[in-house]
């Protein structure tokens, strides 16, 4: 368990000050703050640049402190690249001021990542993050529930803890989320859930993600209805197995079970894509950045399934 809050900022007694880094990206959202819970892992980390990119202010959260000065660092050396090759004589200093005027004779501050540790899991993230929202006092644009959950095997072996602590990750962690944002919700802000394949096609060796991936998307339905009537949306992006660590793991695991390699099981699960192929990471923080377009309110409340062609159900 945490330690109880410090009253003074909202912060664990004994943790670091939150810490920020301007990054130089272009503007186009004003002040608008993004809230990423999962954003130090694999598919995280993508998704807080690509919407840092989108000149939103970006709040990461994760459980680890450490994991989440490494995505700072990650975000510094992103910014340095990026401000080297704007244009001759810019440099990562000039690079972090604020943004040039855009077209439209407005300007806003280089985006800037907000670092919140906290675990999801726990009914104390929706203080810590409520505080750490409240006190940047910006509207949050949208809010992505990306965390993770462990593999555990399939249904006839997967402990039954495994199972309850997987909706309590995906499914308690959305709706903690949700409770620690809303007050800094408006008009077409976006609650996007990061679900998966298993959910909508179940498969007997991924009991985990199928049980609490099909709950999120029940639970994303819901706060659409719930939301809606003040213009907020809810969305959930569903990737087929998407090419990461995680995935291997899973791969290493159905080998064994079956007596092949990892390469082999990975090459049967490619077959298994229209074009013979995983979705990635950086496909999937596309999706999840094309949200913050206004037009996206036609996808209220659906599920975007990127798959790579491998769903066979309607619709």
């Known amino acids: 368990m945490s330690p109880p809050l410090d009253a003074a900022d909202g912060r664990r007694a004994g943790a670091a000050a939150p810490m920020t880094t301007s990054t130089a990206m272009p503007a186009g959202h004003g002040p608008e703050l993004a809230v990423v819970v999962g954003a130090t892992g694999a598919m995280g980390r993508v998704i807080v640049q690509a919407l840092l990119a989108r000149g939103l202010h970006v709040m990461a959260v994760a459980r680890s402190a450490d994991a989440l000065a490494g995505l700072k660092a990650e975000v510094e050396a992103a910014a340095r690249g990026h401000a080297s090759g704007l244009a001759p004589g ?3 200093d000039h690079a972090a001021r604020p943004a040039a005027p855009t077209a439209s004779g407005t300007a806003s501050a280089a985006a800037t990542l907000h ?7 726990d009914d104390r993230a929706i203080a810590d993050i409520g505080a750490a929202v409240a006190a940047l006092g910006r509207p949050v644009r949208i809010a992505v529930q990306g ?5 555990a095997g399939g249904v006839l072996e997967a402990p039954t803890a495994a199972l309850v602590q997987a909706v ?9 989320l949700v409770r620690a944002v809303e007050p800094a919700l408006r008009r077409q ?4 859930a990061i679900g998966g ?13 199928g049980v609490a991936n099909a709950a999120l998307a029940n639970l994303v339905r819901q706060y659409s209805w719930a939301l809606g009537e003040r213009g907020i949306t809810a969305h959930l992006v569903a990737p087929g197995p998407a090419d990461t660590e ?13 007596g092949q390699s990892t390469a082999e099981v990975l090459e049967a699960m490619r077959a298994e894509s229209a074009i013979g192929a995983f979705t990635t990471p950086e496909q999937i923080a596309w999706a ?15 599920t975007l399934f990127m798959d790579a062609g491998r769903r066979k159900g309607l619709p």
């Open 115 to 121: 670092l919140c540790p906290t675990d999801i899991a």
């Open 197 to 209: 394949h298993y959910g909508f096609e179940p498969s007997a060796y991924a009991a985990t993600a």
């Open 189 to 192: 802000s976006r609650i996007v």
């Open 168 to 176: 309590d990750i995906k499914v308690g962690g959305l709706v903690r």
């Open 246 to 258: 995680r995935l291997h793991r899973v791969a290493a695991a159905r080998g064994a079970r079956d």
């Open 90 to 92: 810019v440099t990562p």
């Open 288 to 302: 999840i950045a094309l949200l913050c377009d206004p037009q996206a309110d036609a996808l209220a409340g659906g």
């Open 147 to 151: 965390a993770g959950v462990a593999t």
